[in-house]
């Protein structure tokens, strides 16, 4: 199993390009989210996915897009690139039960993707 | 406010050597806590998960311990090695996409 695959490992754009960040995973996890790592702060939640065709906001969701059109795969857009969105970019997957029994939340995630905006 | 602080944000240790790392939350609800290893470039893996009800729970030379009464949670690792050098991150899961994550402790370990 690869786990959580994320594309590309390193980007440069510049201010205002576009650009996707790719995410697959292969352990069938129904949860999927986007998270941003800056220097000296946890980990931010930027958008979440609860299954196909499902997605919503997290902490820091302006200037990102997703979707979520299959379970394996969770792509991230960036729309007119700011410095702002300088960062290490980390996809992550997780199986929660709806119902039922509680579940232990292990995230999984990919190796990162590090965006610098100039 | 949901929060998750690490203590401290640094530190350098000989070979050898055993140290521990602490972590202080305030998350409600609280479902478990886990500590998470990122090497420099990677992603995180997670090392361990503290249920409510647990009090230690050991992986190899780490041990992490939880005080739900205090909200404090601590890693020990024991007879350091060149390959602990890490950030150490201390995440608190609240159910379905809820987790708070820390700021971590970055670990140097020397020769």
């Known amino acids: 199993n690869a786990g959580v695959t994320q594309t590309p490992k390193f980007r440069i754009l510049k201010i205002g390009q576009s650009m996707t960040l790719q995410c697959t995973q292969d352990?069938?996890?129904?949860?999927m989210y986007w998270y941003r790592q800056d220097p000296g702060m946890g980990l931010k939640l930027i958008y979440y996915?609860?299954?196909?065709?499902?997605?919503d906001k997290g902490e820091v969701p302006n200037g990102y897009n997703v979707s979520r059109s299959t379970t394996e795969d969770f792509p991230l857009r960036l729309e007119l690139a700011a410095p702002s969105q300088t960062s290490v970019y980390f996809c992550a997957s997780s199986y929660s039960r709806v119902r039922g029994l509680s579940n232990t939340g292990e995230l999984f995630f990919g190796e990162g993707s590090r965006l610098t905006v100039l | 406010k949901n929060q998750v602080e690490q203590s401290p944000q640094s530190l350098i240790i000989l070979e050898g050597k055993n140290c521990t790392l602490q972590c202080n939350y305030t998350v409600s609800p609280f479902s478990n806590l886990r500590w998470y290893k990122q090497d420099t470039g990677r992603g995180p893996v997670s090392l361990t998960i503290?249920?409510?009800?647990?009090n230690t729970k050991s992986n190899g030379r780490y041990t992490a311990t939880l005080d739900a009464d205090t909200k404090q949670s601590s890693l020990h690792i024991t007879a350091s090695q060149l390959s602990d050098s890490a950030s150490y991150i201390c995440v608190v899961y609240g159910g379905t996409y809820k987790y708070i994550f820390g700021t971590g402790t970055r670990l140097k370990v020397l020769a």
């Open positions: 503290m249920t409510f009800s647990e």
């Open positions: 996915s609860v299954g196909a065709g499902i997605t």
């Open positions: 352990m069938n996890h129904n949860y």
